[in-house]
């Protein structure tokens, strides 16, 4: 194991062993009407990001918190460290991570940079936007998100727990929840499906090419996963680094949920148990009641019906009761 490994473990067991010291109304801070887990968040590096500079050849992942984060991060980081032959990193470069002494370390990563944040559009550093840094967004449904968010706040000490999934409910609906309101957080972006420097794909697009092969991978025993290949390959073109078919099937093939799972536990200490639990879709199924996917439905519509981002989404399929 590297010192850099050794490293981060040591401070994935620091910051638990720090949040199970604190009462659950210390777990949290507010940044703008937004709320951050004090754990990994500081307000010195929220301050510091203000002056953050994106360098062109930038790869930028935005996500909502749980909706596929660290599956796309890693075919990201395969990607571009298999087209400049660099070893991928373990690390997590979420950008409004830790103190202000993070940033640095992120300005001695060498170019390309593979970062990534849950921050909400309007408070991403501008220096973002005024490169050609690659902007890659990834959504998932908001059912399922939910869910997940819920088992990732009683599965980790970084946060508060929630006693039912009804009380989260509510906060998740009212956008208080860590990172803020989902829907606010896809809204901003639909000004963008445009831009020539933004690609937004969706984890049930991925996912359901990767289910497809796993599925016939037990059947046939050679199937090769042509959609999620086929999303590999989008994604790499996107980014500047067209791989031959060898290496685009090689990503394909150890971006699998289980394969990740099990990786994870050997880099990430015991925060890969917060970060893996199923990876399904439609798993609110078996916590929605008839109101909640009526209330979550009808906000929906609200705030992203007869949008080319809602249709992207492909709610009716994926959240119709």
Same mark, same amino acid.
């Given at each position: ?29 507010? $940044? ?7 754990? /990994?968040?500081?307000?010195? =590096?929220?301050?510091?990001?203000? &002056? ?26 395969? /990607?571009?460290?298999?087209?400049? =032959? ?5 690390? /997590?470069? +979420?950008?409004?991570? &830790? ?21 909400? $559009?309007?408070? /991403?550093?501008? #220096? ?8 890659? @967004? +990834? ?7 939910? @869910?997940?968010?819920?088992?990732? $706040? ?8 929630? #006693?039912?999934?009804?009380? *989260? ?7 208080? @929840?860590?990172? %803020? #309101? $989902? *829907? ?5 972006? =639909? ?37 999620? @290949?086929? %999303? ?10 067209? +791989? ?24 990430? #200490? ?8 199923? &990876? ?5 199924r078996n916590y929605f009641s008839p109101a909640q996917n009526q209330e979550m439905d009808t906000k929906f519509k609200e705030y992203l019906g007869e949008t080319k981002l809602g249709a992207k989404l492909k709610y009716d399929t994926y959240c119709k009761a």
């Amino acid at each position: 194991m590297n010192e850099n490994r050794k490293l981060f473990l040591k401070n994935v067991d620091k910051i638990y062993d720090s949040a199970s010291k604190r009462s659950p109304g210390e777990l949290q801070f507010t $940044y703008e009407g937004i709320l951050y887990p004090t754990t /990994i968040c500081s307000l010195g =590096n929220f301050q510091a990001l203000e &002056g953050f500079e994106a360098i062109k050849d930038d790869v930028i992942l935005v996500t909502y918190p749980k909706s596929g984060t660290m599956w796309v991060y890693q075919i990201i980081q395969e /990607i571009v460290y298999t087209a400049t =032959n660099r070893s991928p990193s373990s690390d /997590i470069s +979420l950008i409004e991570l &830790g103190a202000p002494d993070h940033l640095e370390c992120l300005k001695q990563q060498p170019s390309p940079r593979v970062l990534h944040t849950h921050l909400h $559009y309007n408070n /991403i550093p501008t #220096s973002i936007f005024k490169t050609t840094a690659k902007k890659l @967004v +990834l959504f998932r449904n908001p059912k399922d998100t939910a @869910v997940s968010y819920f088992h990732f $706040y009683n599965s980790s000490p970084m946060f508060p727990t929630f #006693s039912t999934w009804d009380e *989260f409910f509510k906060h998740f609906m009212s956008g208080k @929840v860590c990172w %803020g #309101s $989902y *829907f606010e957080s896809l809204l901003t972006w =639909n000004k963008h499906l445009d831009d020539e420097d933004v690609m937004i794909i969706t984890y049930e697009d991925l996912k359901e090419g990767l289910f497809r092969w796993e599925l016939f991978l037990l059947v046939l025993n050679r199937w090769k996963g042509r959609n999620l @290949v086929a %999303g590999v390959k989008q994604i790499a073109e996107f980014l500047g680094f067209p +791989l031959n078919q060898k290496q685009i099937q090689a990503i394909a093939d150890q971006s699998t949920f289980q394969n990740m799972k099990v990786n994870y536990q050997g880099t990430h #200490s015991q925060f890969a148990q917060a970060l893996f639990r199923k &990876g399904v879709i439609g798993d609110w199924r078996n916590y929605f009641s008839p109101a909640q996917n009526q209330e979550m439905d009808t906000k929906f519509k609200e705030y992203l019906g007869e949008t080319k981002l809602g249709a992207k989404l492909k709610y009716d399929t994926y959240c119709k009761a």
